[in-house]
């Protein structure tokens, strides 16, 4: 079966730092993958899905990049945090295999930029 | 850009109460999912939808995709303190590439034993 994992679960993070979350899925090959983020507990807003090595689509202009290294890892990146960017981020895949796919999530990752 | 309209946004019910939720938009889709967000937890997934009129059930959850594609339901038959969490739809539209996941935003659910 597949599975899903990203960490860390939590991060408290200093304005001006970098950031580093990763993302790896299990037990399947190819997958899309994505990041979203949510704040105050609603809300999802897509920020980078990837179809492939290498290929990073983003959504949003923003603080963030993302990079896809491996086929199964999806790192979300930041060379210097703004409070904003504090929230919930939470990784996911689907099966590529063009329309009606299903998105599973991972666990999330808590950010607060203090 | 494209919009889902998820209804209501938050609901306090009695435990053994059923509940019923939607989402609906203008645009038409070729899935609809709804997920459960527990407090500090990723969704997970309750039931994927991917025929117009398709009724499918998950225990005490039933979905149902609109037969106009334009909305989809979720009923949850005699609550339980369990079910507590935020409800989200999902759909993805029709003739749509990767990324193109449209989240509703969210139904919470308070239930009172």
């Known amino acids: 079966s597949q599975t899903i994992h990203q960490w860390p679960a939590t991060l408290v993070q200093p304005v001006g730092s970098p950031l580093s979350l990763e993302c790896t899925v299990e037990g399947t090959s190819n997958p899309n993958l994505y990041w979203y983020r949510q704040a105050a507990g609603r809300g999802l807003q897509l920020l980078f899905y990837?179809?492939?090595?290498?290929?990073i689509s983003s959504e949003v202009p923003q603080n963030l990049s993302a990079s896809r290294p491996q086929d199964r890892q999806f790192i979300l990146s930041s060379k210097k945090l703004l409070l904003s960017d504090s929230g919930f981020y939470l990784c996911?895949?689907?099966?590529?295999?063009?329309?009606?796919?299903?998105?599973?999530f991972g666990e999330g990752s808590w950010l607060t930029v203090v | 850009g494209q919009q889902l309209n998820q209804s209501p946004q938050s609901m306090f019910i009695q435990e053994g109460e059923d509940v019923s939720m939607n989402c609906t938009s203008s645009?038409?889709?070729?899935?609809w999912l709804w997920y459960k967000q527990d407090p500090g937890e990723g969704p997970v997934l309750l039931i994927a939808?991917?025929?117009?009129?398709e009724l499918t059930s998950n225990g005490r959850l039933t979905a149902q995709f609109g037969i106009t594609r334009k909305d989809s339901f979720l009923n949850i038959s005699a609550s339980i303190p369990s079910d507590v969490g935020i409800y989200f739809c999902a759909g993805q539209l029709n003739g749509g590439s990767q990324g193109n996941l449209i989240f509703g935003k969210g139904t919470k659910l308070s239930v009172k034993p």
């Open positions: 990837s179809v492939g090595i290498g290929q």
């Open positions: 645009s038409i889709f070729n899935t």
């Open positions: 996911a895949w689907s099966r590529d295999s063009g329309s009606g796919n299903t998105i599973y």
């Open positions: 939808l991917y025929k117009a009129g």
